[in-house]
């Protein structure tokens, strides 16, 4: 077993090693293969398992004004990378919404490129904390199959975004994402307040991340099903098309079973 487990780890090093974007080998846990998979095992086991058995016979923690510091710098970190994304969108007029490669050059629009993507990637290594949250105010229905695998497969497929393919057509991704999370954490700090205006767009929050998830199902599979060859890697489009249609297969079950199935009379 250790012998097969050896194998199987010297291999993900080679292909790590071998096939990555080596312009972001200095870059803190992107200068290591371990870091990134560490990092989601822990975090699965302390949600799942560790943290929900520490908390058994304890009570739940009042974190109300961590969480809303917390959501004071996830609105500003949002809210930034999505207006510098439009910045670095609008000095690019040949930017093209139907299929981008990826510009692997050490210019300095190659970077931009790279450090947006970098800066996306850490941002959904933040999102993680979300979980904690909920582990440590014993709200363990909130930490649903939904919840923890969009969180894991966001850190997972930032990582090899930024290993593999840095930027290129999957700038809206990050467009789109930030501009959600950036009003979805404003919403979560209005409503840690009792904020009327809160309750009431509950639902739209749920709306505005199925059309997210549209679009990018969309903007992925167009050249995935039509296979556009711009030089963006045409596995990338299917992973990002596949992605897409899942989580909004997850999400519109949740909305469905929220919003539109009326409870049964009793």
């Keep these: 077993m250790s012998f097969i487990l050896e194998k199987l780890f010297n291999s993900y090093n080679q292909f790590i090693l071998e096939n990555r974007d080596d312009r972001s080998s200095h870059l803190p846990l992107m200068d290591g293969t371990w870091q990134v998979p560490t990092i989601i095992a822990v975090y699965l086991m302390a949600v799942l398992k560790f943290g929900p058995r520490f908390m058994e016979n304890r009570k739940p923690y009042d974190l109300k004004n961590w969480i809303r ?64 949250f909920f582990v440590l105010r014993k709200k363990q229905s909130h930490v649903s199959f939904l919840h923890v695998y969009h969180h894991a497969i966001m850190v997972t497929m930032t990582y090899l975004g930024v290993l593999f393919v840095p930027g290129g057509h999957i700038y809206l991704l990050g467009l789109w994402n930030t501009l959600v999370h950036a009003i979805m954490y404003a919403y979560y700090y209005l409503a840690s307040y009792g904020s009327p205006l809160a309750a009431r767009f509950k639902k739209y929050m749920t709306r505005m991340q199925l059309v997210q998830f549209i679009h990018l199902g969309i903007h992925f599979g167009r050249p995935a099903l039509t296979m556009l060859d711009c030089g963006f890697p045409q596995l990338w489009h299917w992973i990002g098309f596949g992605q897409a249609i899942f989580i909004l297969g997850m999400f519109m079950d949740f909305y469905i079973k929220s919003y539109v199935k009326k409870p049964k009379m009793q």
Aim: net charge negative; charged share 15%; with cysteine.
């Design 69 to 132: 510091l917390y959501n004071v710098v996830q609105i500003a970190a949002n809210s930034a990378f999505f207006l510098y994304e439009i910045y670095l969108l609008a000095k690019r007029p040949n930017f093209s919404y139907v299929c981008q490669p990826v510009d692997f050059s050490r210019t300095t629009s190659g970077y931009e490129e790279l450090y947006i993507s970098y800066a996306y990637f850490l941002l959904k290594v933040l999102d993680l904390a979300d979980t904690m």
